[in-house]
Nanobody
Framework: QVHVVESGGDLVQAGGSLRLSCVASGSISLIYSMGWYRQAPGQAREMVAVSTNGVSTNYADSVKGRFTISRDNAKNTVNLQMNSLKPEDTAVYYC?????????????WGQGTQVTVSS
């Protein structure tokens, strides 16, 4: 069984920074992609940043230049460094990993961590 857990969400003032972390545990053979998504109240969940196989990285246009995704394959972790935060960054942030286990591959989501940016 695999578990994905996020941490690091908090209340921060506009212009501030936060660092989110996500770790996967369990019978993991390989993690192909690691990414961060967010969902604001009344809005659809959207991609924030994704690292695929440690080779390619994609960012939402709204966070380019402010957010940085990094992964540590040895520790099954992915981080999201968020700088110059804006009130519109307020959302629940979810970690998503595509994980291969001895019985197959699947998407795994964390429970989410709240980020609130005050103006």
């Amino acid at each position: 069984q695999v578990h994905v857990v996020e941490s690091g969400g908090d209340l921060v003032q506009a212009g501030g920074s936060l660092r989110l972390s996500c770790v996967a545990s369990g019978s993991i053979s390989l993690i192909y992609s690691m990414g961060w998504y967010r969902q604001a109240p009344g809005q659809a969940r959207e991609m924030v940043a994704v690292s695929t196989n440690g080779v390619s990285t994609n960012y939402a246009d709204s966070v380019k230049g402010r957010f940085t995704i990094s992964r540590d394959n040895a520790k099954n972790t992915v981080n999201l460094q968020m700088n110059s935060l804006k009130p519109e960054d307020t959302a629940v942030y979810y970690c998503r990993m595509f994980i291969t286990t001895p019985v197959g591959s699947s998407d795994y989501w964390g429970q989410g961590t709240q980020v609130t940016v005050s103006s």
